[in-house]
């Protein structure tokens, strides 16, 4: 045998064919399938998601969460420091709501620089299409949500993403525009989470800085968005989600903003009972997504 054909024999089974790996029951009887490979980009590791499922058999509506992280760091199963003590957990909440949860790996910027992160959120898209007869999901009504990095990446991908169209994201204090300076955001900076998501200052690269910002990729056929965002948010200022909901409404799409005075990034500086305010309000919208 040569050693192409040895190669492909020993491959493991590309995402689109593998079997899944048995689904954890959890309490209440949603469940659980944890690394589950959707992708393997060319000279990369292989991406994975969590996928939390709800107890009712019928295809489930479904979300896409994308977490935060600087573009640099971060976990899939991570909605913020906030929820990390929640018990049951927010996702597990999530799927007992009756909506299943995919929880994507992507590519960070130590890896690969823009658009990779946003490609590999539209690979997971596919992959759950191609597996939704398996997984019960309904890839037709998926709402994507993300917080801080993941937040800016959500946003885009419910800009861009067209086919099937998305149906809302919920952007949590996402970053929404990377050309304008914003404390502490300087786009001349080649040092800022970033500049190394493009691969170089945002004002050394004007087009590819222009590609990133939501604000420049807002159209009127977005789908709803929910935007929250703290007024006292030192790490990614306010005003980034007030000039995506400015801009989502001059351009006629629907969003609704909702800024929470006090918090910081991450609902730092809240108490539980503002966050869990913060997160039914965020269900509720994802719930009622079409």
Partial sequence: MTPGGLRALIAAPHPDVAPLPPAVPRPGGTRLLRGVPYAVPDGARPLELDLWLPAAPDPAPLV?????GAWRGGRRDDLGVTTRSWEPGPFERLAAAGLAVACADYRLSGEAVFPAPLDD?????????????????????TLVWGESAGGHLAALLALTHREPPL?????????????????????????????????????????????ASPVHRVHGDAPPFL?????????????????????????????????????DHGWHGLDRAEVERIFARSVAFATTAK
Avoid: K
């Fill in 64 to 68: 896409l969460f994308v977490h935060g």
């Fill in 121 to 141: 959120l539209r690979a997971a898209l596919r992959w759950l299409g191609v597996r939704a007869v398996e997984l019960a999901v309904d890839p037709s009504r």
């Fill in 167 to 211: 149906a809302g994201a919920v952007v949590w204090y996402g970053p929404a525009d990377l050309t304008t300076p914003r404390p502490p955001f300087d786009p001349a900076d080649p040092a800022t989470p970033e500049a190394l998501l493009l691969g170089a200052a945002p004002r050394e690269v004007p087009a590819a800085a222009v590609a």
């Fill in 227 to 263: 935007v929250v965002h703290g007024e006292a948010d030192t790490m990614v200022a306010c005003s980034h989600g007030r000039d995506l909901a400015r801009a989502l409404r001059a351009a006629g799409a629907p969003v609704e903003l909702h800024t929470v005075a006090g918090a």
